[in-house]
């Protein structure tokens, strides 16, 4: 029975999820202006239970993104600036000294951690001590303080900020941490138009505002629509052959991508079909998520460094190797 229950949930969720991705996007679109693939690819992200890391130059609007995203979710949001001062307890709490009725006692006091979607702003500034205390909380779930291991409240995200051309006290993520987000996602400049809007919509004395349009537990059944969205055996395994095609020794790659790329890719196509209204992964949702998907993934040798080979530029050569 309750089976049965749970698949007339999900075939609700599912026959509105076509109007639900296109009421969230206009919600989102009323604060930030442009950026399309960038916020279709952190819901993508959201959708597959994943992290993400968005990298653009500085004011490019990554923070108000992320920010209202939480809100047209209506998910719980925490920011943590991150500086080369932070310490592992100011992300996961810290246990405190209470006194009651004359007995003291130790109390945890939880950290910003505990949220729906914990921004992890500049993440590249916090030290890799600061860095590694978020692995366990983005692969487990959980967050463990002394002998203590505490669960986090589902649904849980971390998406990460971090600026590319500021290196000066920043601390490059370790391959071990940056395999852990689902996405590598890339903002680029406003086009002409865009910034007008921009301007004429953040110089005026009303600031937009976002409304809610998808609660929790949608959200987790869209999740779950996202997993049972059909893959044909033709388009997963060159999903597949693209990213053991990362690992084959190259001019221009020196380390591929790992099978939790594999599972991303699958993964992230998914949720892009499902975004897009079709019931079924195709060849364009594989080609659109291989770079979000891989190009964090993927180690260049020196010699592409020196050419100026970029990763996506691997990524396409391998994508059109792969047809």
Do not use: W
């Not at 089976?3 to 075939?11: G, I, Q």
């Not at 509105?16 to 009421?23: C, E, L, P, S, V």
């Not at 059909?230 to 060159?238: E, G, K, Q, T, Y």
């Not at 992964?281 to 998907?293: F, R």
């Amino acid at each position: 029975m309750a089976s049965e229950m749970n698949s007339r949930d999900l075939s609700q969720t599912y026959k509105m999820a076509g109007d639900m991705f296109g009421t969230l996007f206009n919600e989102i679109g009323k604060v930030v202006v442009g950026q399309k693939e960038t916020v279709e690819q952190i819901v993508i992200a959201i959708l597959c239970n994943g992290h993400a890391l968005v990298e653009s130059n500085p004011g490019l609007g990554k923070t108000l993104t992320i920010s209202t995203i939480s809100k047209a979710m209506d998910l719980n949001f925490s920011r943590i600036q991150c500086t080369p001062d932070l310490m592992p307890a100011d992300i996961t709490g810290t246990q405190i000294i209470e006194e009651s009725g004359g007995h003291k006692e130790f109390k945890f006091e939880p950290g910003p951690i505990f949220a729906n979607i914990v921004l992890a702003d500049e993440i590249n500034r916090a030290s890799p001590k600061t860095q590694s205390s978020l692995l366990e909380a983005m692969q487990e779930k959980q967050i463990t303080v002394g002998n203590d291991t505490y669960i986090l409240e589902q649904p849980f995200f971390i998406l990460a900020t971090q600026n590319p051309i500021e290196m000066e006290g920043t601390f490059p993520l370790p391959e071990a941490q940056l395999d852990r987000f689902l996405l590598k996602i890339l903002v680029n400049y406003p086009s002409y138009e865009d910034e007008i809007e921009i301007v004429n919509r953040y110089t005026r004395s009303i600031s937009p505002s976002v409304n809610k349009v998808v609660n929790k537990n949608t959200l987790l059944d869209l999740q779950r629509l996202t997993r049972d969205v059909p893959v044909a055996d033709d388009i997963r395994n060159r999903a597949i052959k693209i990213v053991m095609s990362t690992r084959i020794s190259s001019e221009f790659i020196e380390y591929g991508a790992s099978p939790r790329a594999s599972i991303g890719l699958i993964l992230a196509a998914k949720a892009r079909a499902l975004i897009k209204g079709r019931n079924f992964v195709s060849a364009e949702d594989i080609d659109a998520m291989a770079y979000p998907v891989l190009r964090h993934r993927i180690v260049l040798t020196f010699e592409a460094e020196r050419r100026g080979v970029s990763t996506d530029q691997v990524i396409k050569s391998i994508l059109e190797k792969t047809k």
